[in-house]
């Protein structure tokens, strides 16, 4: 079974310019989350998305949006890009069958990594 | 609100010692605590998913242990080989919230020394 694939695996972007970023998660896989690393902050929750829904977002200012499909592959956007967003963003799916009874692991993509000048 | 906390920072140890690494998380409410694997520049590989309700999980040479009584996880590493040296995250995902939102620790970074 094919992992997580994320596209493209490496921009250089201008500050003021914006990106998309896009996630294919596993065959079945419904859930999609996305994660900021940088190496100050670690890695932190951007969103997730659910069934073409978002079910949580982390602390990130509006610029940076996604969205799913109903294949279940996400974008990310990130607009007015500033020096600051400069990191590996990661997106991870999992097979959620409900509020409970699954183990909702995590498996992750290897990652687009953003440099903004 | 749930913080992860890794200790050491980084640990190096000679070929062949067992060692174990440590996750601390503030909130015993968890729904699942994850490990994972970080190469440089790459994303993460995941190594083991301890549900709330266990209390240890192996895979190989890897063991993982939950207690959430007294908030802590630890990864032990049998017979450590070159090939682990990478770094080491710990993710806690709690109930009442989205589980798809992973709280992450910064990492151990291990070298395993030939």
């Known amino acids: 079974k094919a992992g997580v694939t994320q596209t493209p695996r490496y921009l250089i972007k201008t500050r003021g310019q914006q990106v998309t970023l896009s996630c294919s998660p596993i065959?079945?896989?419904?859930?999609v989350s996305w994660y900021q690393q940088t190496p100050g902050q670690g890695l932190q929750f951007l969103f997730e998305y659910f069934s073409e829904t978002q079910r949580n977002k982390g602390n990130f200012p509006g610029r940076f949006s996604g969205r799913q499909f109903s294949n279940s592959r996400s974008e990310m956007n990130v607009s007015t890009l500033e020096l600051g967003d400069s990191a590996l963003y990661l997106c991870?799916?999992?097979?959620?069958?409900?509020?409970?009874?699954?183990?909702?692991?995590?498996?992750f993509g290897p990652g687009t990594r953003l440099t903004v000048l | 609100k749930q913080e992860v906390t890794q200790i050491p920072a980084a640990l190096s140890v000679p070929e062949g010692e067992n060692l174990v690494l440590n996750c601390s998380f503030t909130?015993?409410?968890?729904?699942?605590l994850q490990w994972f694997r970080q190469d440089p520049g790459k994303g993460l590989t995941s190594l083991l998913l301890?549900?709330?309700?266990?209390r240890e999980q192996t895979s190989g040479r890897l063991n993982a242990s939950l207690d959430k009584s007294s908030g802590r996880s630890t990864l032990y590493i049998a017979a450590s080989q070159p090939g682990d040296s990478a770094t080491y995250l710990c993710?806690?995902?709690?109930?009442?919230?989205?589980?798809?939102?992973?709280?992450f620790g910064k990492g151990t970074k291990l070298s395993v020394k030939p």
């Open positions: 991870a799916s999992s097979y959620l069958q409900g509020a409970r009874g699954s183990y909702n692991e995590q498996f």
């Open positions: 909130d015993s409410a968890i729904y699942n």
């Open positions: 301890i549900q709330s309700s266990q």
């Open positions: 065959s079945g896989h419904r859930s």
């Open positions: 993710a806690a995902s709690n109930y009442g919230g989205s589980q798809g939102n992973l709280i």
